[in-house]
């Protein structure tokens, strides 16, 4: 799968992304929705600004967004999680979609202790799609989904 390739199946599969951006792994822009490398920038500046001024509202909400990188020649994404509360990118999971169901593999701790994390992109449509979030303690033997997110596209 080429670049361009690769960012059709990131907007129509995240529904509720508008604008994208394809990086290699050198850093240059391989595949982008904007008119130029720029937009590329100034999005990528623009989150990290909304990330810092989400950590120090009053109300104490937070915010997060997702880092993604993909590997044409494995097919492969890799998911990073950066939450305002933390300002530091998680462990990331590793995974691909395949027959419309995206599934992303990853290690990380919770409260000091190891765990397995796993995301679930399932029901894909055009105009939607379903998010699961789950943990295991037992190396993947058995799964706690702790968090389910339906999206749609607005238009």
Known sequence: MDAAAAL?????????????????????????????????????????????????????????????????????????????????????????FENGLGTFLGDDSLGGRPIRVRFIWSAITPDSARWEQAFSADGGATWETNWIMDFRRSR
Do not use: K
Not at 16 to 40: H, P, Y
Not at 75 to 87: C, L, N, P, Q
């Open 8 to 96: 059709a199946d990131l907007t129509e599969i995240s529904s509720q992304v508008e604008t994208a951006v394809v990086f290699g792994s050198d850093g240059s822009t391989l595949a982008s929705t904007f008119a130029d490398d720029a937009g590329a920038e100034r999005l990528v500046g623009a989150a990290r600004a909304l990330l810092a001024a989400a950590g120090e509202l009053p109300t104490g909400t937070d915010r997060a967004a997702t880092l993604r990188t993909f590997a044409p020649a494995t097919r492969r994404w890799s998911i990073w999680w950066i939450d305002s509360r933390t300002m530091r990118l998680e462990p990331r999971v590793l995974g691909r």
